[in-house]
């Protein structure tokens, strides 16, 4: 079955420093991955996605995500959190059973970056 | 948010009483997506669709419907709420299969 996992409920980290917020996948084929954030009563906003080439790929806000096969991760990473990060966030991965066109969701990371 | 809408945005009901949820999307995209929030649980799929009158299930299907009549709105119906469905609902669209999704701003619906 294909699955995305995000191992952490809550990441803090202090503002200025580097932030990581995990995610592994489990998927058939090559995988579509997806990072998106939502703020406090509003929608899911796209961040960032891979879809093949570069491992590294550079998103909104400052954000980008290193793509790793080997170890079937997509963390997400920043070089200088700000307060203004604080968010909830989402990994996400395209289902690639035939015929379908479905994503599936982690269960989210909070991330609070502290003053 | 831009480009789709939810309607209502806040609704409380009873059990037992049939609701059905808007997305409407101006941006004519061939994929749109309904999703429950839930604590611990992340976003779980309801039911999606690729194409007018084509839809399928997701993973939480049980005790919804969906029709997409024309390709700019997608209706989510719970023929009977359950306190069980009290949750809230973002609808989703994309281009294409495999590209990103853009979502609405959610509908909160609690069902007493």
């Known amino acids: 079955a294909q699955s995305v996992a995000q191992p952490e409920d809550q990441v803090n980290v202090a503002e200025g420093n580097p932030l990581t917020v995990k995610c592994t996948y489990s998927?058939?084929?090559?995988?579509?991955l997806f990072w998106y954030v939502q703020y406090p009563n509003r929608g899911l906003q796209f961040l960032l996605k891979y879809i093949t080439g570069d491992n590294l790929v550079k998103g909104s806000y400052g954000f980008e995500a290193e793509f790793n096969k080997s170890q079937t991760s997509f963390h997400l990473k920043k070089p200088s959190a700000l307060v203004s990060d604080s968010a909830l966030y989402f990994c996400?991965?395209?289902?690639?059973?035939?015929?379908?066109?479905?994503?599936?969701f982690g269960t989210g990371t909070r991330l609070k970056v502290l003053a | 948010d831009a480009g789709i809408t939810q309607s209502p945005r806040h609704k409380v009901t009873e059990t037992g009483t049939p609701v059905t949820l808007r997305c409407h999307q101006t941006?004519?995209?061939?994929?749109m997506y309904w999703y429950r929030q839930d604590p611990g649980h992340g976003l779980r799929l309801i039911h999606y669709s690729y194409g007018v009158k084509d839809t399928d299930k997701g993973e939480v299907s049980d005790g919804y419907s969906v029709s997409r009549s024309k390709t700019e709105d997608f209706l989510l119906t719970l023929e009977s709420a359950t306190s069980s469905q009290t949750s809230v609902y973002f609808c989703?669209?994309?281009?294409?299969?495999?590209?990103?999704?853009?979502f609405g701003p959610g509908t909160r619906l609690t069902v007493t």
């Open positions: 998927v058939s084929g090559n995988p579509y």
């Open positions: 941006e004519n995209h061939r994929y």
């Open positions: 989703a669209m994309s281009r294409q299969g495999g590209v990103e999704q853009y």
């Open positions: 996400a991965v395209r289902d690639n059973s035939p015929g379908t066109y479905k994503y599936i």
